[in-house]
């Protein structure tokens, strides 16, 4: 049995707080009861609507502005996104893992009053953003929703550092890891409940960068994105980050879930995202021959800074450097992605695939070929984007 589930009865917490298990890929559809399953809206032209899922169109993108809307962020629901009540919303956090198992409550009005505020800009992400690549581009279809690259987002959170929420709940100084659950609907696979959405990651994660969020950008969450407070784990897989936190379950051992074994993870739980990079240009466009065209895009790694874009506008025989533009706005911990811009001087006639590898400071670097997997999560691979010229 898993330690969340055996321990449920033990510390006698209520059904938001260290609920059951995890999650499974229900049906694609907007209604869910009468209800939509996504609240916000998803204009076609910004959006591709995958039902429990929606995508950032990269056309929508506004090249000269660095950080994206919650209105245009990705949406990634395993279920529906849950209404809750911020005048009642509690945190819970127990667990063996501090020094009294039956752990403290929180609302979020003391969450914000106790605790010292952060803003810390990063890219959130999906884990399987660029899974399509693997089909159209390698020849390898994998399961799942068929993101190209626009579940992602960069963005600036605030609230409070989770190791000042956990020492002030007592955390003792030899526990392990941290299992943040949701407050959505519990996911059902096939027949089997898994319980509600529920990740764990190990302490160390938690005592670094780790976040309670409750605003975005300056504004409040959206109920998509996790109202009335979320876990953000900066750099890491977007199912880290758990939406709509209703618990925290501290432990002495290694926590598992099928977040972490059944899904993502590629011989071990899967945590820092790789680099990509993508154009802000309509797939399959049409060019203008013989004039020069300045275009732009975006690359981003989830371990450090991009240091570098390479560009190619002849299907990768030659390269040359991409010009990285200065981010924009108000300066914050953390970092986003890097916008970049090349001018294509004398395109010529014909069909033409454009491609943008990424270097971060760490260098890692864009590969040519990603590895297959069958849930098609890290693709991280060139992309080859088709164009016209005319």
């Known amino acids: 049995m898993e330690i969340g589930l055996r321990r449920r009865s033990v510390l006698g917490l209520p059904v938001a707080g260290l609920a059951a298990a995890g999650i499974a890929q229900l049906p694609a559809r907007r209604a869910w009861a009468g209800a939509p399953a996504i609240q916000k809206p998803l204009p076609p032209e910004q959006f591709i609507d995958y039902g429990t899922n929606a995508e950032m169109r990269w056309t929508s993108v506004d090249p000269r ?5 919650q209105a245009r962020l990705f949406v990634r629901n395993h279920t529906r996104t849950p209404q809750i009540d911020p005048a009642s919303y509690r945190l819970t956090i127990a667990g063996d893992g501090l020094r009294d198992p039956a752990g403290v409550t929180l609302g979020l009005t003391e969450l914000k009053r106790r605790f010292r505020h952060v803003e810390v800009t990063s890219v959130h992400e999906c884990t399987g953003n660029g899974r399509s690549f693997f089909d159209t581009q390698q020849g390898a279809k994998a399961s799942g929703t068929a993101w190209t690259l626009g579940a992602v987002g960069s963005v600036t959170w605030q609230g409070v550092r989770l ?38 990651f190990p302490i160390a994660k938690a005592l ?11 504004e409040p969450l959206l109920p998509d994105h996790g109202f009335p407070l979320r876990l953000v784990l900066p750099g890491w897989v977007g199912i880290a980050s758990i939406k709509w936190l209703g618990s925290l379950e501290v432990s002495m051992t290694e926590l598992t879930s099928p977040w972490n ?3 993502y993870n590629i011989g071990g739980p899967l945590t820092v995202n790789p680099v990509r990079s993508a154009w802000e240009l309509p797939w399959n ?7 020069p065209v300045v275009l732009t895009g975006r690359s981003w790694s989830g371990a450090a800074p991009v240091a570098r874009v390479e560009v190619s506008t002849d299907g990768g025989t030659t390269w040359q450097r991409a010009r990285l533009r200065p981010a924009t706005g108000r300066r914050t911990e953390g970092h986003g992605w890097t916008r970049w811009a090349h001018t294509w001087h004398r395109p010529t006639a014909g069909s033409h695939q454009l491609l943008a590898r990424a270097t971060d400071l760490r260098g890692r670097r864009q590969p040519d070929v990603a590895a297959f997997n069958p849930n098609g999560y890290f693709f991280d691979a060139v992309v080859k984007h088709p164009v016209t010229v005319a």
């Open 208 to 218: 670094d960068d780790a976040l309670l969020a409750w605003g975005l950008n300056g």
């Open 65 to 69: 502005r660095q950080a994206t809307p």
């Open 163 to 200: 190791r000042d929420v956990l020492r002030w709940a007592g955390l003792r100084p030899d526990a392990v890891s941290v299992q943040g659950v949701g407050l959505d609907d519990e996911y059902v696979d096939k027949g089997e409940n898994l319980g509600r959405v529920r990740r764990p």
């Open 261 to 263: 074994t059944r899904w």
């Open 285 to 291: 466009a049409t060019l203008a021959a013989g004039r």
